[in-house]
């Protein structure tokens, strides 16, 4: 019997959790090899890191030919999800150092989840956070409530996608409008329903950022759907976004 | 472009809604009261339809709903008039309508379920596991 393993293991400071239910071979060590390139992510991209490699860029310790193909893949998103935003999304805040966490999240977890595809995983769902890939649907995927954790505002139905959320709830002003440098305003919680999550979870961080004009530059965006709850307790679906 | 229509939900007002035809952002005259509040108790147990008030609209016409309220909680709002539309627009919800819908469905995972909330995620996905797998 194949074995169908879901493993919950706390990286990056959330829970993160891999959810195998079906495959062509016995996925077991493939699982581990996620969670260790998940870990070896934190250990490189973390800026709360001393050793890392975004920390040894701040203190101007690595020249800009010494930063590895992983750390200019996520600068090359970080760049086109800055110019996109008209600088809304940013990773160089005023007084503060670069810190990419915002596309490193979404990117590793995307890279996790083709790997988990290559060793031979056909339906399964990554959850970083809050922050899903799912393959091999259909899967039904919860949005939450942005007032009430045990509560839904929406559920999606998937098949071979990216969900990714971000919102004020809990740690409450996390995103910086990078045109003002003030928390963004304007959203309560953005939902991005794309083909990877790296796309997903930069648009919706972007869109968070944009604020009220957020919704409509996501779903203007190729191959994006979103939900979007406003301050005004408003709701905003794209045209074609996968509700259940 | 997409066309959005934000709806409005008048509590205070005996549950009228008010529709708007302007994209956003503009300026909002009401707003829906703290999404999933309970309501307060209906008046004995059991299932109970309220009508709303007929409220013009604007230029935009008449709007009047009904609220099923179910051992005090809303359980349903139906819009029983509404102004006519483009068949291309489609009213949107406010929060509240939408996760009345959202509330019963079986899921097998949450988006934006935490941040830093980790005890809750474990707790939630464990209660996930159980119902789904």
């Known amino acids: ?244 | 472009m997409k066309k959005t229509i934000p709806v409005l939900l008048l509590t205070a007002a005996g549950f009228a809604w008010v529709w708007q035809y302007e994209p956003v952002p503009h300026t909002e005259t009401a707003v829906v009261a703290q999404a999933g509040t309970p309501q307060p108790p209906a008046a004995g147990a059991g299932s109970q339809t309220l009508t709303g008030t007929e409220v013009a609209a604007g230029r935009h016409g008449i709007v009047q709903v009904e609220v099923v309220l179910t051992n005090g909680s809303i359980t349903d709002v139906r819009v029983l008039r509404a102004p006519d539309t483009n068949p291309t627009e489609r009213a949107l919800p406010t929060l509240r309508e939408e996760a009345l819908t959202a509330q019963s469905a079986d899921i097998d995972t949450v988006s934006g379920a935490t941040m830093t909330s980790e005890a809750y995620a474990e707790s939630l996905q464990a209660a996930l596991d159980r119902k789904g797998s």
Request: charged share 25%.
């Open chain 1, 1 to 244: 019997m194949l074995g169908n393993p879901r493993r919950v293991e706390h990286i990056m400071g959330f829970p993160i959790s891999i959810d195998v239910r079906a495959t062509t071979s016995p996925l077991g060590p493939a699982v581990d090899r996620a969670f260790d390139w998940l870990r070896e992510v934190d250990a490189r991209f973390s800026p709360f890191r001393e050793d890392s490699e975004v920390s040894r860029l701040n203190r101007a310790e690595l020249s800009p030919a010494e930063l590895s193909d992983d750390f200019l893949e996520v600068l090359a998103v970080c760049r086109r999800y800055e110019e996109r935003s008209g600088g809304a999304f940013s990773v160089r805040l005023p007084g503060r150092g670069l810190d990419p966490c915002a596309v490193v999240k979404g990117w590793a977890v995307q890279r996790a989840a083709e790997a988990l595809m290559d060793a031979g995983a056909r339906r399964f769902c990554v959850n970083a956070g809050g922050d899903v890939v799912a393959a091999g649907g259909p899967w039904r995927v919860g949005v939450r409530h942005p007032d009430r954790i045990d509560q839904l505002c929406a559920v999606l139905a998937v098949e071979d996608a990216a969900v990714a959320t971000s919102g004020r709830y809990e740690r409450g002003d996390h995103i910086l409008d990078g045109r003002t440098g003030a928390p963004a305003t304007g959203l309560r919680s953005i939902t991005v329903v794309a083909d990877t999550l790296t796309i997903a979870d930069t648009t919706a961080t972007a869109a968070f950022a944009l604020g009220a004009d957020g919704p409509e530059w996501a779903a203007a965006q190729p191959g994006c759907e979103v939900f979007a709850v406003t301050e005004g307790n408003r709701v905003f679906r794209s045209e074609n976004l996968p509700l259940a």
